[in-house]
């Protein structure tokens, strides 16, 4: 069951597999390519993370030994040939390197709209059953969109991953810290104006980075 699909800009493609709980790269670039520390011949497509069954693994590993749990969004960093993952079902954000080493760089692994949502760390804040996610064109800014109901942005512009930010763009706020989902307009950021959303399995940012589109 094929749900997130992702170019690398020269002519291959990854694609998540919820049912299978693995990422694959499809290689029609015309020659072999080494894709997350996987070298896929052309013409053919390959597992490059996760292993045929869900679960959560230790942090470090590589790609192909490292466990998720129903992958869906996907963004490619072209300029270091990485790859984010929406780990839907582990409530988190995995990035794998080129040299396809998988860890997780946003989210506390817990279904939460009850608190984890003001700005700060990434690795420390909610992320909801992670789902849409795109990158702009900056590779700074990674947009995440949840079935919660909230779409958050985290900097990725530090090269040390431990200290991304993220912070919520859409999403109501209701209380201290807790998100309210549902549908209604609203302004852009966590506020108790804020736009309410739901389901949120697509995201894409206009080339100049200033508009962002979802479905709801």
Do not use: C
């Not at 817990?110 to 849409?132: E, Q």
């Amino acid at each position: 069951n094929p749900t997130g699909i992702v170019g690398d800009g020269a002519g291959g493609f990854f694609i998540s597999d919820i049912y299978k709980h693995v990422v694959w790269y499809v290689n029609n670039t015309g020659s072999s390519q080494t894709r997350l520390g996987v070298t896929v011949d052309n013409g053919k497509s390959k597992v490059v993370v996760g292993m045929g069954s869900s679960g959560s693994s230790p942090e470090g590993l590589a790609g192909t030994s490292y466990k998720l749990n129903s992958p869906q969004g996907l963004a490619w960093h072209s300029a270091n040939s990485e790859l984010y993952i929406s780990d839907y079902g582990n409530h988190r954000v995995i990035r794998v390197t080129s040299g396809g080493i998988a860890r997780k760089i946003a989210g506390n692994s817990t279904a939460n709209n009850l608190a984890g949502h003001d700005a700060g760390l990434a690795l420390s804040k909610t992320f909801t059953y992670a789902y849409g996610m795109a990158l702009d064109q900056t590779n700074n800014l990674l947009y995440v969109g949840t079935y919660a109901g909230f779409i958050k942005k985290i900097d990725i512009s530090n090269a040390d991953y431990t200290q991304w930010t993220a912070e919520v763009v859409v999403g109501k706020r209701q209380g201290n810290d807790s998100i309210s989902e549902g549908l209604e307009d609203g302004d852009i950021g966590y506020l108790v104006t804020g736009a309410r959303a739901q389901d949120i399995t697509g995201l894409a940012l206009s080339s100049n980075g200033k508009f962002l589109y979802f479905t709801d």
